[in-house]
């Protein structure tokens, strides 16, 4: 059973993406075709005029490198062979290294790259169409994918090491392995998540190959092609961009004009650009490059290059140079064949930040698609929440005001005053027509008096309030450990669980199961009963 909800209704996505979904005139200036199935035919047509054959091939090349080492599926060996084909086209998402997936939208993100590319196959046989992974391997930023959570508790690697997190040493993870283990039960499918991360962590030397080795076992069946942007090959594709940015800085200059005005309509700014959106990498750091006059700086070090040896750098050594989140997105379209990127409400924020940016820089600006998202909810919670007399919609309400409602419609008295809050504001009107008719300096002694009375009711009506949270307190603990076990951390249960708890649970028909209820197109929050017959 699945239940769709306009994302406009859940209370945790921004004004701007719910704005671009609702396709507001005021934001058609920040995308370039919506999502939709018709749309795709010029999307086509325009990348396939963009992308060269000899970009075609590199890519192929590069590929073939990168998975050298790894056993793959047909169905991966074939989408790589098909993207020497002028028509095979990308759909395309990104995801950080984080340990183990890290939280459950890792899953949603490519389920809905695989659906979509069959959705796209069924409507344009001609062409195929491929769905692939982006590891963020030059991220830098460990702490933000280190750990995963496993009932209620935090899974943490910890590791001095530095720089871009794809090189990482998988060294110290044996430790992590028997903490995951000794946490897990006896069953076949804990059994198979203690093989999955043996084999991803203890077998493979860095983290990149870990992350590649668990993302094709999940989904290599389903001809998952899984590229790193860490790649020689493919930075040398990227050079004339690079040197534009060293030298013009036309990334600063037209995402400013976006952030400027997305500024001005009030939207909230995902993430202001740089002057220069590269870092320069190093074996154990990525440090940020800095311009002044004709010097460019790497951030807090000593080192520095004049523009003559820097351009030389890049000419000789491109994989040194690493973009930013704000260009990345324009390497990704540079080096491959993409109709369309699919990621969650935050990266759509920035992406809706770079059209003008790819405009300037010549580079077809992909179609820009919301991930799927979920809350799965088992038979067994979604009965309880029947017994407690709550809707699926209400348990999107924030805590305090969801026990208030349940507190509210179950007390067997009214704890509503607005009746006497109306019967007092009609008595102080009768004062105000009073007061008009003699003394008019009285108004104002008239409207603190009402100020204060109605001030009194609200604190009365707040103390019967917790008075009836008390009585009720059995009926409403059951309610409240409800949502925290769907609501972790007060938060949306997708960014807080990690797939194996529910693996443990379900095993490999958990991800059939998605693959059954989610359509990347619908647009829409899913709630879905985890109902497998």
Same mark, same amino acid.
């Given at each position: 059973?699945?239940?769709?909800?306009?994302?406009?209704?859940?209370?945790?996505? &921004?004004?701007?993406?719910?704005?671009?979904?609702?396709?507001?005139?005021?934001?058609?200036?920040?995308?370039? @075709? $919506?999502?939709?199935?018709?749309?795709?035919?010029?999307?086509?047509?325009?990348?396939?005029?963009?992308?060269?054959?000899?970009?075609?091939?590199?890519?192929?090349?590069?590929?073939?490198?990168?998975?050298?080492? $790894?056993?793959?599926?047909?169905?991966?060996?074939?989408?790589?062979?098909?993207?020497?084909?002028?028509?095979?086209?990308?759909?395309?998402?990104?995801?950080?290294?984080?340990?183990?997936?890290?939280?459950?939208?890792?899953?949603?993100?490519? !389920?809905?790259?695989?659906?979509?590319?069959?959705?796209?196959?069924?409507?344009?046989?001609?062409?195929?169409?491929?769905?692939?992974?982006?590891?963020?391997?030059?991220?830098?930023?460990?702490?933000?994918?280190?750990?995963?959570?496993?009932?209620?508790?935090?899974?943490?690697?910890?590791?001095?090491? &530095?720089?871009?997190?794809?090189? $990482?040493?998988?060294?110290?993870?044996?430790?992590?392995?028997?903490?995951?283990?000794?946490?897990?039960?006896?069953?076949?499918?804990?059994?198979?998540?203690?093989?999955?991360?043996?084999?991803?962590?203890?077998?493979?030397?860095?983290?990149?190959?870990?992350?590649?080795?668990?993302?094709?076992?999940?989904?290599?069946?389903?001809?998952?092609?899984?590229?790193?942007?860490?790649?020689?090959?493919?930075?040398?594709?990227?050079?004339?961009?690079?040197?534009?940015?060293?030298?013009?800085?036309?990334?600063?200059?037209? !995402?400013?004009?976006?952030?400027?005005?997305?500024?001005?309509?009030?939207?909230?700014?995902?993430?202001?650009?740089?002057?220069?959106?590269?870092?320069?990498?190093?074996?154990?750091?990525?440090? @940020?490059?800095?311009?002044?006059?004709?010097?460019?700086?790497?951030?807090?070090?000593?080192?520095? $290059?004049?523009?003559?040896?820097?351009?030389?750098?890049?000419?000789?050594?491109?994989?040194?140079?690493?973009?930013?989140?704000?260009?990345?997105?324009?390497?990704?379209?540079?080096?491959?064949?993409?109709?369309?990127?699919?990621?969650?409400?935050?990266?759509?924020?920035?992406?809706?930040?770079?059209?003008?940016?790819?405009?300037?820089?010549?580079?077809?600006?992909?179609?820009?698609?919301?991930?799927?998202?979920?809350?799965?909810?088992?038979?067994?919670?979604?009965?309880?929440?029947?017994?407690?007399?709550? &809707?699926?919609?209400?348990?999107?309400?924030?805590?305090?005001?969801?026990?208030?409602?349940?507190?509210?419609?179950?007390?067997?008295?009214?704890?509503?005053?607005?009746?006497?809050?109306?019967?007092?504001?009609?008595?102080?009107?009768?004062?105000?027509?009073?007061?008009?008719?003699?003394?008019?300096?009285?108004?104002?002694?008239?409207?603190?008096?009402?100020?204060?009375?109605?001030?009194?009711?609200?604190?009365?009506?707040?103390?019967?309030?917790?008075?009836? @949270?008390?009585?009720?307190?059995?009926?409403?603990?059951?309610?409240?450990?409800?949502?925290?076990?769907?609501?972790?951390?007060?938060?949306?249960?997708?960014?807080?669980?990690?797939?194996?708890?529910?693996?443990?649970?379900?095993?490999?028909?958990?991800?059939?199961?998605?693959?059954?209820?989610?359509?990347?197109?619908?647009?829409?929050?899913? !709630?879905?009963?985890?109902?497998?017959?």
């Amino acid at each position: 059973m699945k239940q769709e909800i306009p994302y406009k209704n859940i209370p945790y996505y &921004s004004d701007l993406v719910i704005d671009y979904l609702d396709q507001k005139e005021n934001l058609k200036y920040t995308y370039n @075709r $919506f999502p939709e199935l018709a749309n795709f035919k010029l999307q086509i047509e325009e990348k396939q005029k963009s992308f060269s054959q000899h970009s075609r091939d590199i890519l192929v090349t590069a590929l073939e490198e990168q998975y050298q080492q $790894f056993a793959i599926s047909e169905a991966t060996r074939k989408n790589i062979r098909n993207l020497k084909d002028n028509n095979s086209f990308t759909i395309t998402t990104g995801h950080q290294l984080n340990l183990f997936t890290g939280p459950l939208y890792f899953l949603y993100k490519i !389920i809905s790259v695989i659906k979509l590319t069959e959705k796209l196959q069924e409507s344009y046989p001609d062409q195929n169409f491929i769905p692939v992974y982006w590891l963020a391997s030059e991220d830098h930023d460990f702490e933000e994918i280190n750990f995963f959570n496993f009932k209620g508790k935090q899974v943490q690697w910890k590791s001095k090491q &530095s720089g871009a997190v794809g090189r $990482f040493s998988t060294q110290g993870l044996k430790e992590v392995f028997k903490e995951f283990s000794s946490v897990l039960n006896t069953s076949d499918n804990a059994d198979e998540l203690k093989k999955m991360f043996e084999k991803a962590y203890l077998e493979h030397a860095n983290l990149n190959d870990a992350t590649r080795f668990l993302a094709n076992e999940l989904f290599g069946s389903y001809g998952l092609v899984i590229i790193d942007g860490d790649d020689k090959s493919l930075k040398r594709e990227f050079i004339p961009y690079i040197k534009r940015e060293l030298l013009d800085q036309s990334g600063y200059k037209n !995402i400013q004009k976006t952030v400027n005005r997305l500024a001005d309509q009030e939207y909230t700014i995902q993430v202001n650009p740089r002057e220069i959106n590269l870092f320069y990498l190093n074996e154990h750091s990525r440090d @940020r490059i800095i311009r002044e006059d004709n010097l460019y700086f790497l951030h807090e070090t000593e080192k520095r $290059f004049t523009e003559n040896e820097i351009l030389e750098e890049v000419k000789n050594h491109p994989e040194n140079f690493s973009p930013n989140a704000v260009m990345r997105p324009l390497y990704q379209e540079v080096v491959l064949p993409n109709l369309a990127y699919i990621g969650g409400s935050g990266e759509l924020a920035y992406w809706l930040e770079l059209k003008q940016y790819f405009k300037s820089e010549e580079v077809v600006f992909p179609v820009l698609m919301l991930r799927n998202s979920a809350l799965l909810i088992t038979p067994l919670q979604d009965r309880k929440r029947e017994k407690l007399g709550r &809707s699926q919609l209400d348990l999107f309400l924030n805590p305090t005001d969801l026990i208030n409602k349940q507190t509210k419609e179950l007390s067997d008295i009214s704890i509503d005053f607005h009746p006497q809050k109306e019967h007092l504001k009609q008595q102080f009107e009768a004062l105000y027509e009073l007061a008009q008719k003699t003394d008019k300096s009285f108004i104002g002694a008239v409207a603190a008096q009402e100020k204060k009375q109605l001030n009194g009711l609200n604190h009365l009506e707040k103390r019967l309030l917790k008075a009836q @949270r008390r009585n009720l307190k059995d009926q409403l603990d059951r309610l409240r450990i409800l949502q925290e076990a769907l609501f972790p951390n007060e938060n949306l249960q997708e960014r807080e669980l990690n797939f194996s708890e529910l693996y443990e649970e379900y095993g490999k028909k958990l991800i059939s199961f998605l693959f059954d209820k989610f359509d990347p197109l619908s647009l829409n929050f899913d !709630i879905i009963i985890l109902d497998f017959e």
